[in-house]
């Protein structure tokens, strides 16, 4: 089991900047990756961004390819999203999760609002 408590969701103008952490706790030596999805009112839940637990290959999705960058942090168990030059289609809440091969586990979810 891995349990991921999301941070820093907040409310921010359009251009500006956000930092999203997720502290990943209990069977941590079984993720393969973590990353980040992110759900907009009234639509789906979206890939964002992924880091693997190893060589740290990240990807992105095209929409915020150049404005977001991934990362995480080893020994502390987190990863994080700098969230640059926002956009109010950037709004929406943001969902950690850890991809464990068999399993997949998430957060509850940290709002985003971009204003314009």
């Known amino acids: 089991q891995v349990q991921l408590v999301e941070s820093g969701g907040n409310l921010v103008q359009a251009g500006g900047s956000l930092r999203l952490s997720c502290a990943a706790s209990g069977s941590v030596h079984s993720i393969n990756a973590l990353g980040w999805y992110r759900r907009a009112p009234g639509k789906q839940r979206v890939f964002v961004a992924t880091i693997t637990s190893y060589g740290g290959i990240t990807n992105y999705a095209d929409s915020v390819k150049g404005r977001f960058t991934i990362s995480r942090d080893n020994a502390k168990n987190t990863v994080s999203l700098q969230m640059n030059s926002l956009k109010p289609e950037d709004t929406a809440v943001y969902y950690c999760?850890?991809?464990?091969?068999?399993?997949?586990?998430w957060g509850q979810g940290t709002q985003v609002t971009v204003s314009s």
């Open positions: 999760y850890a991809d464990e091969g068999m399993f997949e586990y």
